[in-house]
């Protein structure tokens, strides 16, 4: 099997299965990856640069073609970058409702805009947009088409830390209403037991660790019941925690 | 002893405000006095016979003739050929320049194919195939039109083909993350990222055009400016020959200005600094 299938069923999980991925022939960025997403589960993908993270990410998101091993995933997804790649000749809004061509797309991108609290800069050009602001933006484009499985590929990454704690608690709180499964790629350890469900560790294209996060929600970056969790990912890492 | 220092200013009030501003306007006069007082001394010259008029005619003389070429209706028929024939000729050239960097622009072999023999053309001097197009397209309008084609295609082809090539790919695989399909992301992705390149290439294609127009319309032409410059050369009409000087300095002066009325407009989203940046 050799090709990403695209179940027709929302809100099918994602399957990954046997993933091995090779630029020229080195060694495999991905090896023999077997991973599973269920719908609506928040996970989070741990590792080091060239870890193998941003490579699966792109496979799921269909930006690099599966060669060997198979992968199966809804057919609605959305990604959001690191940086925010809005078209910066479009107004906001539009940029938002990109490349869809029906007539209520107006009424879509605002109600979009306003869940992410940007409704005041709609009509604004991106490139007057602070980092946060171009962030959310970039949320909406990819909320806006409903996904049942979004990608955060380290969205937060090159946020301050203030707007980095905001635009987390949105997330959350989105991931809440929209019940769509996420997978967060970051290099964050506390992000990741913020956020998500289940976080997995990626070394030289392997999962190291595979491990729940059943501390409750709303949870709260000094929730004590972290630092367990904190320790073994960072081990898991090579971190040594002191 | 500290080693501090302290920074003051006081907000301008309208009175000083309005000062400032007599002043720039002062300034901005200032400029245009060296240009006027050349002239001033270029009609004293004449005037006193310093300056024969076999050489060059007088500001006045200028003016005059070139009132009375409006009236007789010599300029205004001219001009028109000459506005048509370069307005026709850049037409072409933005079509085909475009069509050529969209197909090499966009594909790679569209690239190879059409790349590599514009690169070579590109280095020919356009103006050295004028006999070449009289021996062609004879006499007529074709090959002047077709000479402005000729050297404005490539400032179109080369800005809007590198427009193109350095649209960030980033974007590109935003388009199709989004699940644009190759017409929506041609028409929302390349085309306006390209825009600023290709007006750019506008600007240059604008400024050929005249040139080789000037260059069509000397050589061999019976209508249009640089006719009527060359017919006033045979009479010693130095004042007629200035005045196409003139008109062709302001038709260039006035279609650079059009090309950045387009680009303020175009550009509206750049921010304030880069706007109308020169390239």
Redesign the interface.
């Known amino acids: 099997m050799t090709h990403i299938q695209s179940d027709v069923h929302p809100g099918t999980a994602v399957i990954v299965e046997r993933l091995t991925r090779r630029f020229n022939n080195g060694p495999p960025v991905l090896d023999e990856l077997d991973l599973a997403i269920a719908p609506g589960e928040f996970v989070a993908l741990l590792g080091h640069s060239g870890s193998g993270k941003s490579t699966l990410l792109r496979t799921l998101a269909g930006l690099d073609p599966v060669t060997d091993g198979a992968v199966t995933r809804p057919r609605d997804v959305s990604v959001v970058f690191q940086e925010h790649r809005l078209l910066p000749w479009k107004r906001v809004w539009k940029n938002v409702v990109l490349g869809q061509e029906d007539k209520a797309i107006r009424q879509r991108a605002e109600a979009v805009l306003e869940e992410v609290g940007l409704s005041h800069r709609s009509n604004a050009w991106p490139l007057t947009l602070s980092g946060g602001e171009a962030q959310r933006a970039a949320l909406a484009r990819a909320l806006v088409r409903e996904p049942a499985f979004l990608m955060l590929d380290e969205p937060f990454a090159a946020l301050d830390a203030l707007t980095r704690l905001k635009m987390q608690q949105l997330v959350a709180d989105l991931w809440k209403k929209h019940g769509c499964a996420v997978l967060l790629v970051t290099h964050d350890v506390d992000e990741a037991l913020l956020l998500a469900d289940r976080a997995v560790v990626l070394e030289r294209g392997r999962i190291r660790v595979d491990v729940p996060i059943t501390i409750p929600r709303p949870r709260r970056h000094a929730d004590p019941g972290f630092e367990g969790l904190r320790s073994l990912l960072l081990d898991a890492l090579g971190v040594h925690a002191a | 002893m500290s080693d501090a220092i302290t920074l003051t200013g006081s907000y301008k009030t309208a009175e000083t405000r309005g000062t400032t501003r007599s002043l720039r306007t002062l300034v901005s006069i200032r400029r245009y006095a060296s240009p006027i007082v050349l002239v001033c001394l270029w009609q004293i010259a004449c005037s006193s016979g310093l300056l024969s008029t076999r050489l060059v005619a007088s500001p006045v003389q200028i003016a005059v003739t070139g009132w009375t070429l409006v009236c007789d209706g010599t300029l205004p028929f001219n001009l028109g050929v000459s506005l048509l024939r370069a307005g026709s000729g850049l037409g072409l050239a933005i079509s085909l320049g475009v069509a050529l960097a969209l197909v090499s622009g966009l594909s790679r072999i569209g690239e190879d194919i059409v790349d590599a023999p514009l690169q070579i053309l590109r280095t020919l001097p356009a103006l050295a195939l004028v006999p070449l197009y009289i021996l062609w397209f004879g006499i007529g309008e074709t090959p002047k039109i077709l000479l402005v084609a000729l050297g404005a295609t490539f400032p179109i082809y080369l800005n809007l083909h590198k427009g193109i090539r350095s649209i960030d790919p980033?974007?590109v695989?935003?388009?199709?993350?989004?699940?644009?399909s190759r017409w929506?992301t041609i028409r929302?992705?390349f085309l306006?990222?390209a825009?600023p390149d290709f007006l750019t290439g506008l600007r240059y294609a604008v400024g050929v055009s005249w040139l080789m127009l000037v260059v069509a319309e000397q050589v061999n032409a019976e209508s249009g400016i640089g006719h009527m410059m060359m017919d006033a050369q045979d009479f010693l009409r130095t004042d007629i020959i200035l005045v196409g000087l003139l008109v062709y300095g302001v038709l260039g002066l006035m279609s650079d200005q059009i090309v950045r009325l387009l680009e303020s407009t175009l550009l509206?989203?750049?921010?304030d600094g880069r706007k109308g940046r020169t390239a």
């Open positions: 980033k974007l695989e935003m388009a199709s993350t989004l699940g644009l929506q929302d992705v306006p990222g825009l509206a989203w750049r921010p």
